[in-house]
């Protein structure tokens, strides 16, 4: 709370630029909320000098670290683990395959283009899992700059509209069942928005359907990869920074430094505090249900979450230099398409191969 008031007038200015952007993506849900808000903020950013320091500025950097983990807290409410481990099982081997070529076809591009390591990260798990919701849960681990998390989840949104827009015409054109456009959606669509979108656009299209519930539970459970994969690199930051730290220790020889080279892995950076909390609300959530409490008791925590996310968004957008950000947004455009197109071309394969579709 102390940190809270600290930086309030900071939260509080992220906070009202959120509003707006909030209700915008409610409105126009394709585009979402975290979209608007860091647009907004950069615009701003283009007309406002913030102070170099002072209660504002970090109240902004906090808003963009922290209130963004709160929201991947929060998100782990949305989160029942039951019904996924029994409605998403079949959609499993999809998932894993989709995820895993997105990863491997990022890794690729980052060698290929000669990417920064932190926007490629974000650019693979923001296109394997779940958009925007990967892209915050990542960002603090790999300790990402604002402008990689403004231009991935550019990259993301750009995409989630064309695959919004595209996508049931798409499944009409390859004679789709219902239940496979709901498997296809939530394997082959980025941010949940977009998921419900695209979902959504198809019941109309075939009065009767149910794709939607099949999407948003596949959905769901991809949402679950943030776990594993936010750990994994992690753990991965940590050896790099223990690396780096053995480094330096044996090239200026001093004990001093080799102690600190020893001590350069944590348990909390390679299992960091938020992530953990993550878990336990989903937990909490699937054994609550369990029990007998009714589902709507959580609406309140995800909804809070995804305004944290359209604050965070903001904090980002008022810390993200526009110009530069278009200037350079060629190589992870191309990154996020290749992503993309491979992730539906899988998604697609798999259905075939397993006789989903």
């Known amino acids: 709370m102390r940190a809270i008031q600290q930086n309030a007038l900071g939260i509080g200015i992220c906070a009202l630029i959120a509003l707006p952007c909030w209700f915008l993506g409610e409105a126009i849900p394709v585009v979402g909320g975290p979209v608007f808000a860091i647009l907004l903020g950069m615009i701003i950013a283009l007309f406002w000098k913030q102070p170099s320091r002072g209660s504002v500025q970090t109240g902004i950097g906090f808003t963009a670290k922290k209130i963004l983990q709160y929201a991947v807290i929060l998100l782990g409410f949305g989160l029942n683990l039951a019904q996924i481990a029994r409605v998403g099982a079949e959609s499993l081997p999809i998932i894993l395959s989709t995820i895993s070529t997105a990863l491997i076809v990022a890794y690729v591009m980052h060698k290929l283009l000669h990417m920064d390591s932190a926007i490629s990260t974000l650019i693979g798990v923001g296109s394997s899992i779940c958009g925007g919701s990967a892209i ?4 603090p681990v ?4 604002d402008e990689d998390i403004a231009q991935s989840i550019s990259v993301i949104f750009l995409f989630n509209v064309l695959a919004a827009l595209i996508f049931p015409t798409l499944g009409n054109l390859l004679g789709m069942t219902n239940e496979g456009f709901g498997l296809f959606a939530g394997t082959a669509v980025n941010d949940t928005s977009s998921v419900t979108a695209a979902a959504s656009a198809w019941d109309g299209m075939h009065p009767g359907s149910n794709a939607l519930d099949d999407a948003t539970i596949v959905k769901l459970t991809r949402t679950l990869a943030i776990i594993p994969i936010t750990l994994v690199l992690s753990m991965l930051v940590a050896r790099r920074d223990n690396a780096k730290f053995a480094a330096e220790a044996a090239k200026d020889h001093t004990v001093a430094q080799h102690e600190n080279a020893l001590e350069g892995f944590s348990l909390k950076r390679a299992f960091p505090t938020f992530i ?9 959530t699937t054994f609550a ?15 809070l979450s995804k305004f944290f996310i359209v604050m965070a968004m903001a904090a980002i957008g008022l ?21 993309w197109v491979a992730i539906t071309l899988v998604s697609l394969g798999m259905q075939a191969l397993l006789g989903l579709w």
């Open 276 to 284: 953990l909390f993550f878990i336990l609300a989903s937990v909490i």
């Open 142 to 145: 790999i300790r990402a700059k």
């Open 136 to 139: 915050a849960a990542t960002a």
């Open 289 to 303: 249900v369990a029990f007998g409490t009714d589902v709507s008791f959580f609406a309140p925590f995800k909804t």
């Open 319 to 339: 810390n993200t230099d526009i110009v530069k950000l278009v200037k350079s947004g060629g190589k992870p455009i191309l990154m996020g398409f290749c992503c």
